[in-house]
């Protein structure tokens, strides 16, 4: 079956990128605005079948996805190569989610891992969230660009980033963790991020290197999972450009 995305700006980003083979583009016959004929242009410019239905065939295929009178049929995702990507040149930068089952935390945790520059997103194949329309949509293109690896043993992909001489931090809430802000996160570097409320699985923080928080100077005791991975990516970011700027 194709992966199927619904929403104006999903759709047109996904036709931009064209990193995944564009199979049809279904419009809603009762839909008619700039925004669509936009779509429709770019559909028909990249040789892709554009077909028209009515709203309530379009809702039965979209199965719940918001699709503002719009869908697009794409060849099935395809998850990048982990081995592969450890060879690559440069500083890598990984960021690994241990247990993230919400689309929507996927999707928004992507847009920021493309928008930081990172390497490639890991995701254990169990117990984790896979890509999905509503991911995709929510990543509002992000999952376009960065790669995508699934593996079978987090904590096996770990050690084989530490073999390849890349640090690797657990984010995480205790009391005796390294301060985020205070921590090295110069050269190859990976951030491992848990689910809200259980955090990382033991067997998984016994493979980090090391523990990193977020000092909290508030009452709320924690972040929502996406907004801490935001902060930490975007941390390596801050420290490599000041690395740069003084080296």
Request: proline share 4%; net charge neutral.
């Amino acid at each position: 079956m194709p992966d199927r995305i619904g929403g104006f700006h999903a759709v047109r980003a996904a036709l931009e990128a064209g990193s995944r083979k564009s199979l049809r583009l279904l419009l809603a016959n009762e839909g008619r605005n700039s925004r669509l004929e936009q779509i429709r242009e770019l559909a028909v410019r990249a040789g892709v079948a554009v077909q028209t239905l009515p709203r309530n065939e379009l809702d039965r295929l979209a199965a719940g996805l918001k699709h503002q009178d719009v869908l697009l049929e794409l060849e099935p995702f395809a998850y990048a190569d982990f081995e592969g990507l450890l060879h690559r040149e440069g500083d890598l930068f990984f960021l690994l989610l241990d247990g993230i089952t919400d689309p929507h935390n996927l999707g928004a945790i992507a847009r920021s891992a493309e928008a930081a520059g990172c390497t490639a997103l890991v995701l254990p194949k169990d117990r984790s969230c896979p890509v999905t329309p509503v991911a995709e949509r929510t990543s509002a293109g992000a999952l376009n660009h960065l790669p995508v690896c699934q593996v079978t043993n987090l904590a096996r992909a770990i050690d084989q980033l530490k073999e390849r001489q890349v640090w690797v931090y657990g984010l995480a809430g205790e009391a005796d963790a390294n301060d985020l802000f205070g921590t090295n996160l110069t050269g190859p570097v990976a951030l491992v991020v848990g689910a809200e409320g259980t955090g990382l699985r033991p067997n998984v923080r016994r493979h980090c290197d090391a523990l990193i928080s977020i000092p909290m100077t508030g009452q709320v005791e924690s972040l929502n999972a996406s907004v801490a991975a935001g902060i930490a990516l975007f941390e390596v970011v801050r420290q490599r450009r000041h690395q740069a700027h003084h080296a």
